[in-house]
Structures are given as C-alpha cells and as structure tokens.
C-alpha cells in the first residue's frame, strides 16, 4: 500500500464525521469534523502508524487536507 491510501485509511478511521468520503482534497476540520484535540491525537497515531519521530507542532498547524497530512508523513518519514 502507498503512503496515502495508508493515511486516508488511518484519517477516514479516527474522523469524528463518519460516512464522509476521504480523498486527498477532504479538510480535516470543515469536511472530516477534526477539532484541535482530534487533530493531536490523529499526529500521535500517525507517528505510531508509520514509525516516524515526533512531528514538529508548527509544520503539523499548517495541515489542512488529506494530502497535506500525506505529504507531512513522507517528509518526515523521509
């Protein structure tokens, strides 16, 4: 599996908004329903997920979509 059907599949399974499809434009917070505290917990299981090292606080607040969370593991992951 590629690095974004992983995250979709790790977003699309902690989204307080369920049924909502997940694609790489979905918004965390305005389509998925993820609110600040939510958003903390899905950074610590992606860091679990993937193994990666803690994610800095400033590049994770720039996350808005999907793909930007994709792009934030493979950075990290790289």
């Known amino acids: 599996m590629n690095a974004h059907t992983e995250v979709a599949r790790v977003v699309a399974a902690m989204a307080p908004n369920q049924g909502v499809a997940v694609t790489a434009e979905s918004r965390l917070t305005a389509d998925l ?36 969370v994709t792009r934030l593991v493979e950075g990290v992951a790289a």
């Open 33 to 68: 329903g993820y609110d600040s505290l939510r958003l903390m917990e899905l950074t610590m299981a992606l860091e679990k997920h993937f193994g990666l090292p803690p994610v800095d606080f400033e590049r994770a607040a720039t996350v808005t979509t999907v793909a930007d």
